[in-house]
């Protein structure tokens, strides 16, 4: 697919310069590169509004921010990094002691060159973030140190993108995203332009069922949008927090919440037979949006496949995950693997048997071999007729077609097959209501 993989990198070099935050203007430029890709719905959040136990915080913009040293020379500058800077910084203007600067600086000895991400979301605060090896070079002279940090923390809103993708039924699946982070490649942003190229693919083709595609803040954006669609939000099952996807690490997923739950079999089975090698995270309470998602209110089993997942590659949250770690080609890979597990999960449709009163005449239907008597059962070649007698003995509106496969350990794709020629026939019909006890 070189030519996926092109517009792949063609998009992570245009967004990867923006600074983004919780909320702010580099939200919404973000947003409208994506519109290219798929017709995203931008929605606003109001500031200071309630949503739950939260309330949506001010909008942040920043235009400027270095500090100058005591010749007055910048040593440290936003417009080179927007790393530079504590994301939701107050604005701050003066001269101070480097005692008194020393603990607005964040820098890391353990990776001596990279700038480390930080933030200041919840508590009012201003900082410089900037590797150990400047820190050292730049803070040696005693002396006032000029700052200026050129930012507003204002009533606004917080901004957010959905797509609705409507499949033959209603019922959905929640696929969610991250985009507060400023110039940082695996995480998030191959989660972000994953994403959105997954919601085009999904648009293009025929779906069984639907898919709410959504862009959020994380945290903060992802609690505000359950605010503001709890009932859609309720009747989801499971899904996918799209994070971390284009390293070149080792794939893993990290499972939801009830380990044996449909969508983690079914990711397992995808990377089995693909041949890929992965690792598996289990469920745990950190994490992303899954902690707002899978929460007692609204218990979606989310899982999140992973190409070197946050928390586990050295350059996680610091410069260095960067476009020199992060590859147009991984994301694509990890962008068909998304495709094959959502394409399995959208087969995975719950039937009802039309003729629930004794067997099926599969004679009448064609279904039966021309001369009885010489099969014994569980030892024939026909392995499809097994398969049509287990599923209609099994569809009667409860199992799900994984469910099937579970039971009777066939193939799921030859139990799919099957199901549809027999609906074809008018003798299984598929129902809409939501799965219950999946397994
Ligand atoms: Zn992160």
């Known amino acids: 697919m070189p030519d996926r993989i092109e517009e792949i990198r063609a998009y992570l070099n245009r967004l990867f310069p923006v600074c983004r935050s919780i909320t702010g203007p580099g939200n919404r430029e973000t947003l409208k590169v994506l519109q290219e890709i798929v017709p995203l719905e931008i929605k606003e959040y109001p500031?200071?509004?309630?949503?739950?136990?939260?309330?949506?915080?001010?909008?942040?913009?920043?235009?400027?921010?270095?500090?100058?040293?005591?010749?007055?020379?910048?040593?440290?500058?936003?417009?080179?990094?927007n790393l530079h800077v504590v994301s939701y910084s107050r604005p701050v203007s003066g001269k101070v002691s480097?005692?008194?600067?020393?603990?607005?600086?964040?820098?890391?000895?353990?990776?001596?060159?990279?700038?480390?991400?930080?933030?200041?979301y919840y508590r009012e605060d201003w900082g410089f973030c900037l590797s150990y090896e400047d820190y050292q070079r730049f803070f040696r002279?005693?002396?006032?140190?000029?700052?200026?940090?050129?930012s507003t923390l204002e009533e606004g809103a917080l901004t957010v993108g959905e797509l609705l993708v409507r499949g033959d039924s209603p019922r959905e699946y929640l696929i969610s995203t991250y985009f507060c982070h400023p110039s940082l490649a695996n995480d998030n942003l191959s989660g972000v332009v994953l994403?959105?190229?997954?919601?085009?693919?999904?648009?293009?083709?025929?779906?069984?069922?639907?898919?709410?595609?959504?862009?959020v803040?994380?945290?903060?954006?992802?609690?505000?949008?359950?605010?503001?669609?709890?009932?859609?939000?309720k009747a989801i099952d499971c899904g996918f927090v799209i994070t971390s996807v284009g390293g070149p690490g080792r794939f893993g997923y990290k499972r939801s919440f009830d380990p044996e739950h449909v969508i983690n079999r079914i990711i397992e089975q995808a990377f089995q037979e693909s041949g890929i090698?992965?690792?598996?995270?289990?469920?745990?309470?950190?994490?992303?949006?899954?902690?707002?998602?899978?929460?007692?209110?609204f218990r979606i089993n989310m899982a999140s496949i992973c190409k070197d997942k946050y928390y586990e590659y050295d350059f996680y949250h610091t410069?260095?995950?960067?476009?020199?770690?992060?590859?147009?080609?991984?994301?694509?890979?990890?962008?068909?693997l998304y495709l094959d597990v959502i394409g399995r999960l959208d087969d995975n449709l719950v039937f009802v048997n039309q003729q629930p009163h004794c067997e099926v005449m599969l004679f009448r239907h064609g279904l039966y071999p021309k001369s009885g008597g010489g099969m014994l059962p569980g030892r024939n070649t026909s392995e499809e007729l097994d398969i049509i007698l287990w599923l209609l003995?099994?569809?009667?509106?409860?199992?799900?077609?994984?469910?099937?496969?579970?039971?009777?350990g066939f193939d799921f794709k030859d139990i799919v097959r099957v199901a549809g020629m027999l609906e074809s026939r008018g003798l299984l019909k598929r129902i809409d209501e939501r799965m219950t006890n999946q397994s």
């Open 98 to 120: 480097l005692a008194e600067l020393e603990n607005h600086l964040h820098y890391r000895t353990v990776l001596p060159r990279a700038i480390p991400y930080r933030t200041s």
């Open 393 to 408: 003995f099994l569809c009667d509106g409860t199992a799900s077609l994984w469910q099937v496969a579970e039971k009777t």
């Open 141 to 150: 002279k005693e002396g006032e140190y000029e700052v200026l940090i050129d």
């Open 195 to 215: 994403t959105a190229f997954l919601a085009r693919e999904l648009s293009r083709r025929k779906n069984n069922f639907s898919y709410r595609i959504i862009f």
């Open 217 to 233: 803040p994380e945290t903060i954006g992802a609690v505000a949008y359950c605010a503001h669609n709890e009932a859609a939000m």
């Open 319 to 336: 410069s260095l995950d960067n476009l020199d770690f992060v590859k147009p080609e991984f994301i694509e890979q990890s962008l068909r």
């Open 47 to 81: 500031s200071s509004r309630p949503v739950y136990d939260w309330v949506v915080p001010p909008e942040w913009s920043i235009r400027e921010a270095w500090i100058k040293n005591p010749d007055g020379q910048k040593i440290v500058d936003f417009d080179r990094s």
């Open 277 to 297: 090698e992965y690792l598996v995270y289990p469920f745990d309470i950190h994490g992303s949006d899954e902690r707002q998602y899978s929460s007692p209110g």
